[in-house]
């Protein structure tokens, strides 16, 4: 069964004087949603910051399908104290569903970022792509946790690949929006103003 992950931004601002966390995710009408009509159908629907589905980049975030032993970030926190009441409706409609609530700031992220420029990867491949590794010619492209093929052989290596780009950018573009950052100006302050929450499903 596959993993999802389940990714919310929220930023710190003040709010009639008061620091706070909002949720600044860009959310869309549902054109299925019909008032009064209790089919499941929700009035808004999130279009998250990230949604694919990078098992090693769920590995880095919390040690969720972690294959190749990578060093994460930190171990789930739960959702944060603090947590927006928005992404908070979510997480409660997920229910017992979700798991391995946990949250980031940028700031962590791009620490991680650039402490691992190497993932660790392990998994079966085809008895070709495992002599070129062997070789140290090539790493391999395709690669599986499980098969019943005989001529596949089990690997593990090493591979330079930045598995939290693309939540960073994301993020990097977020904070710049919202807190009015023009041109080239660097505010590295702010990326303690910014985080994701996130949970998985299976």
């Not at 930190?74 to 947590?83: A, H, I, Q, S």
């Not at 005989?150 to 950018?169: A, F, H, N, Q, S």
């Amino acid at each position: 069964m596959g993993c999802d992950i389940h990714l919310f931004t929220e930023i710190k601002k003040s709010i009639n004087s008061e620091e706070k966390w909002v949720n600044v995710d860009n959310w869309r009408y549902n054109p299925y949603y019909e008032e009064g009509n209790d089919d499941g159908e929700r009035m808004m629907d999130v279009e998250p910051l990230y949604s694919g589905r990078n098992y090693e980049l769920f590995s880095v975030l919390a040690g969720v399908r972690d294959y190749g032993n990578n060093d994460r970030i930190d171990d789930p926190r739960g959702l944060p104290e603090d947590v927006s009441d928005v992404t908070k409706k979510e997480s409660d409609r997920w229910g017992s569903d979700g798991h391995s609530h946990s949250w980031l700031t940028l700031r962590e992220l791009k620490e991680y970022q650039g402490l691992h420029p190497v993932v660790k990867r392990s998994g079966f491949v085809s008895s070709e792509a495992a002599k070129l590794l062997d070789e140290g010619i090539e790493t391999p492209d395709v690669w599986c946790e499980f098969t019943s093929v005989p001529t596949w052989v089990k690997r593990e290596w090493e591979e330079g690949y930045d598995v939290l780009k693309p939540i960073i950018d994301e993020m990097n573009k977020r904070v710049r929006d919202e807190f009015w950052v023009w041109g080239d100006e660097e505010r590295p302050e702010l990326d303690e103003k910014i985080r994701i929450v996130f949970w998985f499903d299976n």
